[in-house]
């Protein structure tokens, strides 16, 4: 079993930045990609971003240019750093982790940006 906590989420003013951070633990052994989604009120769960296996990245595109995924293998924690946020980032993100063929997903945090 994986361990999958978000930290760093809150209340922002648009143009403002934000870091998340998702740490794992527990049987952590054969952890694939890591991304991050997001859920806003009445829509479905999207991709904001994923950090592959090979440090490759990919982005939504309504947040590339805005938001950058990193990992810190040392401390089994990805991040997501988010600038130039916008009122329609406001939504329950949420860290998934791939280990072999299981996804592991964290509680979700909220990020609220105001206008």
């Known amino acids: 079993q994986v361990q999958v906590v978000e930290s760093g989420g809150g209340l922002v003013q648009a143009g403002g930045s934000l870091r998340l951070s998702c740490a794992a633990s527990?049987?952590?052994?054969?952890?694939?990609?890591r991304g991050w989604y997001r859920q806003a009120p009445g829509k479905e769960r999207e991709l904001v971003a994923v950090?592959?296996?090979?440090?490759?990245?990919t982005y939504a595109d309504s947040v590339n240019g805005r938001f950058t995924i990193s990992g810190d293998n040392a401390k089994n924690t990805v991040y997501l750093q988010m600038n130039s946020l916008k009122p329609e980032d406001t939504a329950v993100y949420y860290c998934k982790i791939r280990k072999f063929a299981t996804d592991y997903w964290g509680q979700g945090i909220q990020v609220t940006v105001s206008s």
């Open positions: 527990g049987s952590i052994f054969g952890i694939g990609a």
């Open positions: 950090l592959g296996n090979s440090d490759s990245t």
